[in-house]
């Protein structure tokens, strides 16, 4: 059974810094052939993405984040990891990541209008000013 679970998450004041982790397990192909994402979505707001990393390991950011978060992934403990930095309080939302796959070839996680994969329950990031 497929799992992805975040963590890291919490509330911190306006400039802190956190990361975000998002462990998967119950993948049936290696960690390395899936495209994965970071989306978040706050009270009454659509959710968006924030990041994303391909096959390829090439990293994509929304206009909102870029310079300030970085995404990664560490193929050898199947691991997604989000660093945030210079959090603002606009950045306050539940973190979603996210997992595809396309068989054999090239993946990369579109950061708007994306709703396939799959996703993590969420975890909760609250910036105050």
């Known amino acids: 059974q497929v799992q992805l679970m975040e963590s890291g998450g919490g509330p911190v004041q306006a400039g802190a810094s956190l990361r975000l982790s998002c462990t998967v397990s119950g993948f049936p192909y290696k960690f390395d052939t899936y495209c994965m994402g970071w989306f978040r979505q706050a009270p009454g707001k659509e959710r968006e993405g924030v990041a994303s990393i391909d096959t390829d390991g090439s990293p994509g950011y929304a206009d909102s984040v870029r310079g300030r978060f970085t995404v990664s992934k560490d193929n050898a403990k199947n691991i997604l990891y989000l660093q945030m930095n210079n959090l603002k309080p606009e950045d306050t939302a539940t973190y979603y990541c996210?997992?595809?796959?396309?068989?054999?070839?090239?993946?990369?996680?579109?950061?708007?209008?994306?709703?396939?994969?799959?996703w993590g329950q969420g975890t909760q990031v609250t910036v105050s000013s």
């Open positions: 996210v997992a595809d796959r396309v068989n054999g070839g090239y993946c990369d996680i579109p950061l708007m209008g994306y709703k396939s994969g799959d």
